[in-house]
């Protein structure tokens, strides 16, 4: 069995702030080895919105407006994590289902309302062979790419990759094994303790760095189970959560942290609040006026598992990584328009 097994979650639909969002990817390492970190890798807070040119966020070109994520940008990024972190270790893909997002839409109808699908390069050469270019053509094309580079790829309906992947970090930790999430998704961070860590792209950089729990706390000052608690007071934007601060003047994230510094979680903080004072009197009011719509908006950005899905064992063999150049050089022809897409699929 090889030393690390890596899903990649490749979702086609990215928030506007974020120019770009890569392969997602969660690594998986025997608790009896060493450190995922590899060599060259520095571990880093730092993280940085990146564009479609790998990390340009100009938008002079663009009448002001945030570039859609694109294709070559995915490209650019997944040739990074093959080289930089994954290197001959599996890797598993898993793209968000069909109707990923009803199931907290209809909790929120603002969830991720404002997402944009990936660009499609305009070449008639790339989309000629697939009939026109659309966000579903963008994930054929993925799940092409990522095939040909020996990664299966999981996608299960009505559940977001981000859940799929939840579901099988539990899996894989009951199997005795670490666990690294590569991405720039806050919504992994709930997620991170002693045995899971982060993987991030770094534009400014030009490569990916690891985030462990250290770095959290480092950051926020407070443990990593908090996360999704403080996500649900002070809101999260590129999620369409708007959390309480709008409706609480005062009640801000050094409310929150204090809160929960104290009281470990949200429901804990909620149950508290019912029975006695927590807090000054703005705060107080607020947790009780908003508490159901504070366990919404828990119940919208928890992640979710109980997903459907199971490790197989075929997913732990070492990844065949001879063919990955060039696959990944063709690809990039295409959306030069310099490879015809009929040519490029029977590379």
Not at 145 to 160: A, F, G
Not at 260 to 266: D, R, T, V, Y
């Amino acid at each position: 069995m090889a030393e690390t097994l890596v899903w990649a979650a490749i979702p086609t639909s990215l928030p506007l702030p974020i120019r770009l969002r890569p392969s997602r990817t969660i690594a998986f390492t025997p608790s009896k080895a060493s450190s995922p970190v590899r060599r060259g890798f520095r571990s880093t807070t730092a993280t940085k919105r990146f564009s479609d040119d790998g990390g340009n966020n100009n938008n002079s070109n663009n009448g002001g407006r945030p570039r859609r994520p694109s294709l070559r940008s995915f490209a650019h990024w997944l040739s990074l994590f093959f080289s930089q972190v994954s290197l001959r270790d599996p890797v598993i893909a898993v793209l968000d289902g069909d109707k990923a997002n009803e199931f907290r839409r209809q909790l929120l109808p603002s969830y991720k309302a404002h997402r944009r699908k990936i660009l499609v390069p305009p070449s008639k050469t790339f989309s000629r062979g697939l009939g026109g270019g659309s966000p579903q053509i963008a994930e054929l094309q993925i799940i092409d790419v990522l095939r040909k580079c020996n990664v299966p790829v999981v996608k299960v309906d009505n559940y977001e990759a981000d859940d799929v992947i939840a579901t099988l970090v539990d899996q894989v930790l009951q199997k005795g094994f670490r666990v690294v999430i590569g991405s720039p998704d806050k919504d992994f961070k709930q997620l991170i303790s002693t045995d899971v860590q982060i993987v991030m792209p770094m534009p400014e950089f030009g490569r990916w760095s690891f985030y462990t729990l250290k770095h959290y706390i480092a950051q926020y000052n407070c443990d990593p189970s908090s996360d999704l608690s403080l996500r649900c007071l002070v809101g999260d934007e590129a999620d369409g959560v708007p959390g309480i601060q709008h409706l609480a003047p005062g009640f801000g994230r050094k409310t929150a942290l204090k809160l929960l510094k104290k009281h470990g979680s949200l429901e804990n903080l909620l149950s508290a609040c019912a029975i006695r004072t927590v807090g000054k009197h703005y705060a107080q009011d607020a947790l009780i006026k908003h508490a159901d719509l504070l366990r919404k908006y828990f119940e919208v950005l928890r992640l979710r598992r109980d997903v459907d899905v199971h490790l197989e064992e075929d997913w732990l063999c070492e990844r065949e990584t001879c063919n990955d150049t060039d696959i990944l050089s063709n690809f990039f022809k295409t959306l030069d328009g310099r490879l015809t897409y009929q040519r490029y699929v029977s590379s």
